[in-house]
């Protein structure tokens, strides 16, 4: 089973800040098979990027996402205040099961 | 548009089994390559992934978890269902339903999900 390990566990910054998150697989995800969802406190889950890099539908282009093989980066250029929330990857691509980072807290600084 | 729902008990005791329904719709459970799997998040915790049925009908599930959860559709009824055996007071979470792109093999990233519903389980 790959282990994805996010950090920081929290992120303080303010409204416009850039935002970076880390992704970390204890082994190496085939075709760049990432994921990242937002979740906000009573919400499920909604899809940013996947494939590591491309952006789901809707999704505005202050979302980025790179990395490949152990080690994977979602980017926030500009934190807008709905911006504030829960953040978890996913890999998808080497083996099941589907495994979900411990997921990275963006909180209002 | 696509929407998933989930619906179930809200509590169950310890030991009973858990039955879980997806109802689904803006798509058909028998598309090629779009499943549906089950995931869960205890409260304040993360996602965990549970089961996937495909949509030719084969199924996969959590190595941990696999010999407690049975995944099955009924595509005429835009359904899919999860029932989890010897439920525990660990197991109270969110249950979510997801719909996901799927290769031959594997389910992908989950582009659409259901709002979840929260079972606690205690007697």
């Known amino acids: 089973e790959i282990v994805l390990t996010q950090s920081p566990g929290t992120l303080s910054l303010s409204p416009g800040e850039r935002a970076t998150l880390s992704c970390r697989a204890s082994?190496?995800?085939?075709?760049?098979?990432l994921a990242w969802y937002q979740q906000k406190p009573g919400q499920a889950p909604r899809l940013l990027i996947y494939?590591?890099?491309s952006r789901a539908t809707g999704i505005p282009d202050r979302f980025s996402g790179s990395g490949s093989g152990t080690d994977f980066t979602l980017t926030i250029s500009r934190l807008e205040p709905e911006d504030f929330a829960v953040y978890y990857c996913?890999?998808?691509?080497?083996?099941?099961?589907?495994?979900f980072g411990g997921g990275t807290k963006v909180e209002i600084k | 548009q696509v929407t998933l729902k989930e619906s179930g008990p809200v509590l169950v005791k310890p030991t009973e089994t858990l039955t879980l329904t997806c109802t689904v719709s803006?798509?058909?459970?028998?598309?090629?390559?779009?499943?549906v799997s089950w995931i869960r998040q205890p409260p304040g915790k993360a996602l965990e992934w549970l089961a996937h049925?495909?949509?030719?009908?084969?199924?996969s599930y959590s190595t941990s978890l696999k010999s407690r959860l049975t995944i099955s559709k009924d595509t005429s009824k835009s359904q899919v269902v999860l029932t989890m055996t010897n439920m525990d007071p660990v197991d109270t979470a969110t249950y979510y339903c997801?719909?996901?792109?799927?290769?031959?093999?594997?389910?992908?990233?989950?582009?659409?999900w259901g709002q979840g519903t929260l079972v606690t389980v205690s007697s």
């Open positions: 082994q190496s995800v085939s075709s760049s098979y």
């Open positions: 803006g798509f058909s459970l028998s598309n090629a390559r779009m499943g």
């Open positions: 494939g590591a890099s």
């Open positions: 997801a719909r996901s792109p799927e290769t031959i093999w594997s389910p992908r990233y989950f582009d659409y």
């Open positions: 996913q890999q998808y691509g080497s083996s099941l099961p589907l495994t």
């Open positions: 049925i495909f949509s030719n009908d084969e199924k």
